[in-house]
């Protein structure tokens, strides 16, 4: 057993906080004065920017294929990596990434799609959910129906990142009613001017997503991702190939948000002493520096799990629950330490509070992750305490 990471994974763990530090967090304030004047946290030349800038560093496609152009890092390195962009809230992600399912296309799709939008020239959104189809996805009702070369297709999505900005979507559509799920969805990749449209949907946090509607839009039958009839089964892949990385990133905010409990029950005095001194502030502290601990631990093997080619769903949901329920405690302990200023919007930690919360809902909320463990047990799927046998 072997808890260190190698000299390279920690070479480039402290190369990206160095980036991260000196490029990223500086406009933190920027963001959140954005944010309190109902822009977006950064522009996407700001974005476009840093994303060149991290490029010149080598950082730049983390789990591209070397052979477009990415670094291929592998999902343990996307881990760290991810972890040490999710110290700071400033909306920030590396560049030269493409959605995992565009792989499935064909050499024509790739050049038409995955190519730009890897180059960041092109932006896509994932569509599966439906006002009557969240975590029931296998209940969607779109319908895409034939004529001649193309697919008509009719229904609504609700709650799409990137759904008003994406010039494509990767929509999920019926086209075998009697198959539904098992055989009868499929996925299109179909243009902005094809005639989608998109709606806002103000939330919570900076988190826009948006709802679409198809009406009658035609979508050639040659942009059909993958086969016809296995939407989704992609979809799955899409959902479940990354799982880990959403606890990954939450580490990094958890981190981050403890120095600051750190340093604020240090310096704060309260009846004549540092509250650091008071066992109720201790024991947020400790509680929170032990959970984030064992998050990292169960996100680390999840995406250890995946880079040596296991299943690791049932490993990745149990990061997934843990990993976001930790955050989502964390943030509302050390909000709690810093008092009244924790509830402002001068502290990152307000806006931290509002963020996390969105990642114990999507790609599979609490329940469902427990439902998954739990059956995984019941039906004999996976074994308590496997992961030492
Ligand atoms: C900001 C944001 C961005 C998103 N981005 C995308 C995107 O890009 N693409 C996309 O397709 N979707 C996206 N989603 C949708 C997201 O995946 C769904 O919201 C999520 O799967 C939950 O579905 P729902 O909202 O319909 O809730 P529901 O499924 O209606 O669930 C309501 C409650 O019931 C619980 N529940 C449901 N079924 C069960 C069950 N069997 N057992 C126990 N409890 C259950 C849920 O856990 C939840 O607590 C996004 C959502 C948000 C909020």
């Not at 990223?24 to 920017?49: C, F, K, Q, S, Y």
């Not at 403890?258 to 004549?272: L, P, Q």
Request: aromatic share 8%; charged share 25%.
């Amino acid at each position: 057993m072997d808890f260190e990471l190698s000299e390279e994974q920690r070479a480039v763990k402290a190369a990206v906080r160095q980036f991260i530090t000196k490029e990223v967090a500086p406009l933190e304030p920027t963001v959140l004065l954005n944010e309190r004047e109902g822009r977006p946290g950064i522009d996407r030349e700001t974005l476009r920017d840093l994303q060149a800038k991290a490029r010149k560093y080598g950082y730049w496609g983390i789990n591209t294929p070397e052979e477009y152009g990415g670094m291929e890092a592998g999902p343990v390195m996307a881990a760290i990596i991810a972890g040490e962009a999710g110290r700071t809230f400033v909306p920030f992600r590396f560049g030269g990434s493409a959605d995992n399912i565009l792989y499935a296309g064909n050499e024509e799709q790739k050049q038409e799609y995955l190519v730009p939008t890897i180059e960041g020239d092109r932006r896509s959104c994932f569509a599966i959910t439906e006002p009557g189809a969240g975590s029931d996805a296998r209940n969607i009702r779109t319908r895409a129906v034939r004529d001649g070369d193309d697919w008509v297709i009719n229904g609504e999505k609700i709650f799409i990142t990137n759904g008003n900005e994406a010039d494509f979507v990767m929509v999920f559509a019926v086209t075998n009613p009697e198959l539904g799920a098992n055989g009868g969805v499929t996925c299109f990749l179909a243009d902005r001017d094809m005639g989608w449209e998109s709606t806002p949907i103000p939330t919570m946090g900076e988190w826009g997503p948006a709802s679409l509607s198809f009406q009658d839009v035609r979508v050639p039958h040659r942009n059909i991702l993958g086969e016809e009839g296995r939407g989704f089964e992609l979809a799955m892949q899409w959902i479940g190939q990354g799982r880990f990385m959403i606890p990954a990133g939450a580490l990094g905010a958890a981190e981050r948000m403890i120095e600051m409990a750190i340093e604020h029950a240090n310096n704060r005095e309260s009846m004549g002493h540092p509250i650091a001194e008071y066992q109720a502030i201790q024991w947020h502290i400790a509680d929170s520096a032990v959970e984030l601990e064992a998050a990292r631990w169960l996100t680390l093997r999840a995406a250890w799990q995946v880079e040596r080619g296991e299943d690791a769903r049932h490993s990745s949901s149990i990061a997934k629950l843990y990993g976001t329920t930790m955050a989502n405690r964390v943030v509302d302990r050390v909000l709690q330490i810093h008092g009244g200023m924790g509830y402002t919007k001068e502290l990152p930690i307000e806006r931290w509070y509002r963020e996390l919360r969105l990642l114990r809902i999507f790609e599979g909320t609490d329940e469902i992750q427990r439902r998954t463990i739990a059956r995984n047990l019941l039906r004999g799927h996976a074994k308590v305490g496997a992961s030492l046998s």
